[in-house]
């Protein structure tokens, strides 16, 4: 059995996540399936560069990261992503609702 390697001596469970549950990201790098994804061959691209998602779950490696699941929109592929793996999506708006709204965003004058 090989010895884990941490990546640094940060604890990121010290501070709550980076990013909430339905926001948006996009992955920093190409992730490949290391055998732990079931139904794909080892090797098998999972995510590609730049590739756009949502954040659906959030939990814990290692007692130290937290572990993005990140629904991929291209693939539809779920994979669980560490912070630095991740980049959030500036959508050029302002801080979005806890819930959206089914309602269209009035701008200006009434109805």
């Given amino acids: 059995m090989t010895n884990i390697v941490r990546d640094s001596e940060v604890v990121e469970l010290n501070n709550p996540p980076a990013f909430r549950y339905g926001e948006r990201v996009r992955a920093k790098r190409t992730v490949r399936n290391d055998g732990t994804y079931a139904g794909k061959e080892i090797g098998d691209i ?3 560069k730049h590739e756009e998602g949502v954040v659906v779950s959030i939990g ?5 990261f937290y572990i993005y ?40 004058g009434r109805r």
């Fill in 60 to 64: 814990t490696f290692l007692q130290q």
């Fill in 69 to 108: 699941g990140i629904e991929f929109f291209e693939t539809g592929n779920r994979v669980g992503m560490k912070r630095r793996e991740l980049e959030p999506l500036d959508l050029g708006c302002e801080e979005e609702d806890e819930l959206p709204s089914t309602l269209p965003r009035r701008v200006g």
């Fill in 46 to 48: 999972l995510v590609k």
